[in-house]
């Protein structure tokens, strides 16, 4: 039997998190979504300080977080991690959008602004994780 697949999501807005955890338990049952609200909770969490961290399948990555941006935490993970990073971010400049794939973004997505937004992202990336070599 395969383990449950691992996602972390890196954002600070309750609500932004309480809805894409609506669409997973709709359209991805048996996820694991971690969140942790800030860069330096994302940087422990991935390099397992203090807890046995879970091999994760995708990492949800929003930009404007308090304190240490996600640009910063995006340049820190490099090219060695193993799950894809989906920038999830708010922001639609083209020259944010292309400094984040300089980084090493594997998706960039603007967050929707409706329901069903939610859902088709939760069923995308669904598939995303799906293509992860880590597991």
Known sequence: MSSPPN????????????????????????VCLHTV????????????QGTVTPDLNLILL????????????????GTSRRAPV???????????????YRLGASLYVVKPN???GYIDLAASFAKLAALSPCC
């Open 62 to 77: 929003d930009l404007n977080l308090p304190g240490i941006s996600g640009k910063t935490v995006l340049e820190r993970m």
């Open 7 to 30: 996602v972390l999501f890196v954002e600070d807005n309750a609500g932004d998190i309480t809805l894409l955890k609506s669409a997973f338990d709709q359209c991805w049952p048996g």
């Open 86 to 100: 989906v920038v999830f971010s708010s922001s639609c400049r083209q020259q944010e959008i292309d400094e984040c």
């Open 114 to 116: 409706h329901w069903n």
């Open 37 to 48: 609200s800030t860069a330096d909770k994302a940087a422990a969490f991935i390099d397992g």
